[in-house]
Every structure is written in C-alpha cells, then in structure tokens.
C-alpha cells in the first residue's frame, strides 16, 4: 500500500509510519511537510491513504482534503493533529 503522510512536524513523520507499521507492514511511504509538497507527492505517484494533519504551512488539512478528493475519488483520508479543538 502506498501511504503519503502529511505533517509539518517532521518527527510526526517517522512516529506515524511507525505505528502503521506495525499493525500493517510492507507498505511504501511518503512524506510531505507543507500544502504545495503534498500536492506534489500525490502528482509523483499514486496513493491508496493519505495522513493528513488539520493545520500546516501553505494552507489547511482540510482544504487539502477536498483538492485531494477532487485528483483522487478513491483516495482514503485520515485527518491526524494533536490540535484538541479538532479532535
């Protein structure tokens, strides 16, 4: 499975695709730390699920979400953040 993780917490990255690890291993991963390059790691290749944190530089998690569904219907999004006011 190919999995894009989106988070401008680079160490979000790593701890992440860990714990997705885990419970499902052999997948490939991506990572992306703004709007613009998450857009660009989805235009690279494809992707089955995308991490995608609420807020980062460039522009919203959400709004990603809607362009992302937008290029991709099928894609499975996971909105992720450590914001309370979102959970």
């Not at 992306?32 to 807020?55: I, K």
Request: avoid cysteine; charge should be negative.
């Amino acid at each position: 499975m190919n999995i894009l993780i989106v988070d401008d917490e680079r160490f979000q990255h790593d701890e992440l695709a860990t714990v997705i690890e885990a419970v499902s291993p052999g997948n490939e991963y991506s990572f992306a730390s703004s709007y613009d390059e998450a857009l660009e790691r989805l235009a690279e290749r494809p992707v089955d699920v995308a991490f995608l944190d609420v807020e980062m530089p460039g522009g919203g998690g959400l709004e990603l979400a809607r362009e992302f569904r937008r290029l991709n219907p099928s894609l499975n999004i996971i909105m992720a953040t450590a914001y309370s006011e979102y959970a």
